[in-house]
């Protein structure tokens, strides 16, 4: 638990604003807290599911950053709905926490993220796509989920991902991430680009090889309306 120790590294504080018991039927109709913070450094209402885990167990958490399009319409361009449902799946059964970080499109937004995906219909990836629409290729910090983790008490996890860099940051950050267990791989006609990408540039470590599902054109047009 934060002690206080690290308050001149980062000033601001946060603690929990509000626990709302909640059955959630995408967590096996199990009982879990919705979490609401103060003090979040970006500003954002970043939402945390927690499951008590058993004492004397190093909890599970995953930071979900929201994705509109695959989590709540079920969009096959990506695997974030999938990968929800098993991050949700996995603290039913074994307790820890899903921090709903609001960094929809790696922190570009919703209109910018659709944006991309025109330009990913004309060949160019998703890291591509972004640097052309002028926006950093992956925009997310994770300041605030080190803050809600300490809020809630969780400085040791097992981290659910495979983005090498969430487990970084949180390093960095403070929290020690004692496993990184990695999730699933949910391919679907329309994303293998796309997780190809995270693999090839973001060093995402996915289990099996990916190759682009469409080929590449250099001279495509690449403006956005």
């Known amino acids: 638990m934060n002690d206080g120790s690290d308050t001149r590294r980062f000033p601001h504080r946060t603690a929990v604003r509000a626990r709302v018991p909640v059955t959630l039927h995408r967590a096996g109709h199990r009982t879990a807290d919705l979490v609401t913070f103060t003090g979040l450094p970006d500003r954002e209402e970043h939402l945390a599911v927690v499951v008590p885990a058993p004492r004397h167990t190093v909890p599970l958490v995953r930071?979900?950053?929201?994705?509109?399009?695959?989590?709540?319409?079920?969009?096959?361009?990506?695997?974030?709905?999938?990968?929800?449902?098993?991050?949700?799946?996995?603290?039913?059964?074994?307790?820890?926490?899903?921090?709903?970080?609001?960094?929809?499109?790696?922190?570009?937004?919703?209109?910018n993220k659709l944006d991309a995906?025109?330009?990913?219909?004309?060949?160019?990836?998703?890291?591509?796509?972004?640097?052309?629409?002028?926006?950093?290729?992956?925009?997310?910090?994770?300041?605030?989920?080190?803050?809600?983790?300490?809020?809630?008490?969780?400085?040791?996890?097992?981290?659910?991902?495979?983005?090498?860099?969430?487990?970084?940051?949180?390093t960095g950050l403070g929290i020690e991430v004692a496993e990184t267990v990695p999730t699933g791989v949910?391919?679907?006609?329309?994303?293998?680009?796309?997780?190809?990408?995270?693999?090839?540039?973001?060093?995402?470590?996915?289990?099996?090889?990916?190759?682009?599902?469409?080929?590449r054109s250099d001279d495509m047009e690449v403006s956005v309306p």
């Open 117 to 170: 995906y025109v330009l990913q219909d004309r060949g160019r990836d998703t890291f591509e796509a972004n640097r052309l629409l002028g926006r950093g290729e992956d925009e997310r910090d994770y300041t605030a989920a080190a803050g809600m983790l300490r809020a809630l008490g969780l400085s040791r996890v097992r981290l659910l991902t495979n983005n090498p860099d969430k487990a970084r940051q949180l």
């Open 186 to 215: 949910y391919l679907t006609g329309e994303n293998g680009r796309y997780l190809d990408a995270k693999a090839r540039h973001a060093g995402h470590t996915l289990p099996v090889s990916l190759s682009p599902s469409t080929p």
């Open 63 to 111: 930071l979900h950053s929201e994705c509109l399009t695959g989590d709540v319409f079920g969009s096959a361009r990506c695997d974030c709905g999938p990968q929800l449902e098993e991050a949700l799946t996995s603290i039913a059964r074994e307790g820890g926490a899903v921090l709903y970080l609001r960094q929809e499109g790696r922190g570009i937004g919703l209109y």
